[in-house]
Nanobody, 120 residues
Framework: QVQLVESGGGSVQAGGSLRLSCAAS????????MAWFRQAPGKEREAVAL??????TYADSVKGRFTISRDNAKNSLYLQMNSLKPEDTAMYYC???????????????WGQGTQVTVSS
């Protein structure tokens, strides 16, 4: 079956950096779109960054600080997070789907999440 497994989360101070990874297995095709979402306690899940063969896009709140990348040979997705802020604290999820969409409902596969905590 399809599995997405995130890693790389942790606790850092404001201004620090983390690199999240997502290893995909069981996929019989290359998803059109892969994405990173995040969800803070009491808040809705929100898209952080999307990547396809043709494009990338970022939430306004992370533009210039986060970089999404994809290694198709390794079936992996990455999120380099720099200049982290306390408001970046959340559970981060990778997702794969066939639509270029900011809506979580459009994604077929999800990882279990990795926690990112940024202290001031």
């Amino acid at each position: 079956q399809v599995q997405l497994v995130e890693s790389g989360g942790g606790s850092v101070q404001a201004g620090g950096s983390l690199r999240l990874s997502c290893a995909a297995s069981g996929l019989t095709y290359r998803p059109y779109c892969m994405a990173w979402f995040r969800q803070a306690p009491g808040k809705e899940r929100e898209a952080v960054a999307l990547i396809s063969k043709y494009d990338t896009t970022y939430a306004d709140s992370v533009k210039g600080r986060f970089t999404i990348s994809r290694d198709n040979a390794k079936n992996s997705l990455y999120l380099q997070m720099n200049s982290l802020k306390p408001e970046d604290t959340a559970m981060y999820y990778c997702a794969a789907g066939e639509s270029w969409s900011l809506s979580p409902s459009q994604y077929n596969y999800w990882g279990q999440g990795t926690q990112v905590t940024v202290s001031s």
